[in-house]
């Protein structure tokens, strides 16, 4: 069994939709329980990830596509892989995807960008506000496991800890000053004689502005925080 199926199968279980699907017929919460491993394996591979083609997929790249189709369905898994290497987003793994996947000379900017494609798909979600921290999470946990399966280096690793550490300070940085902007904007500063409409369409930008650079702050810390934990393990 590929280290990404398994990786998957211990991360999340099989929905009460799923399982519906697969019983014909309403599931129950019981049944969903007594689900045994072989047989969700089986329902994992036959509607996620042989529809991603994971056994053709190169190390990480797999885990990526593998973990999108489970949480949106395999044809958004596909695109957002897909959308990491640069080539048509159809969301079908065909011979155009399969030979860009294996032919990457970079797969950790792969991996980063495809990641980074399904988390903002997930933040224009209604329920992000909800559950955007465990989502995030789960983006940046199979982020770092999938740069540590397709680098097996610890020094990629380490080095993509250290680029998160410094990308969650620039956006700390960014939203410092656009909430400075944003203050100075509220106390008049320079701007006596503005009318006050465009003052305070200033300070809703600032606002704006700043809040985005907290929310990927937060995000680049998880992304960290899945580096160490890959480090450690």
Known sequence: MSPAFTFVMNLTGVTIGTLSAELG??????????????????????????????DDLPAGFDLVAFDGAINSGPARGAKWLQRGLAVPADGRIGPQTLAAANGAQNGVAVIEK?????LGFLQGLGSFRTFGKGWGRRVAKVE???????????ATLAAQERRATAARKQQQTNATAAG?????AAGGGDL????????????AVAVVAAVYALLKAAHHARRRDAYRAELEA
């Open 114 to 118: 495809a990641c980074a494609v399904r």
């Open 180 to 184: 400075a902007g944003g203050g100075a």
């Open 192 to 203: 006596a004689g503005v009318p006050d409409v465009v003052v305070y369409g200033i300070l």
């Open 144 to 154: 770092a496991r999938a740069v540590s399966m397709w680098s097996g280096s610890r």
């Open 25 to 54: 017929r309403p599931a129950t919460v019981q049944d969903v329980r007594d689900l045994d491993r072989r047989t969700a394996g089986r329902i994992y591979r036959a509607k996620y990830w042989d529809r991603i083609r994971g």
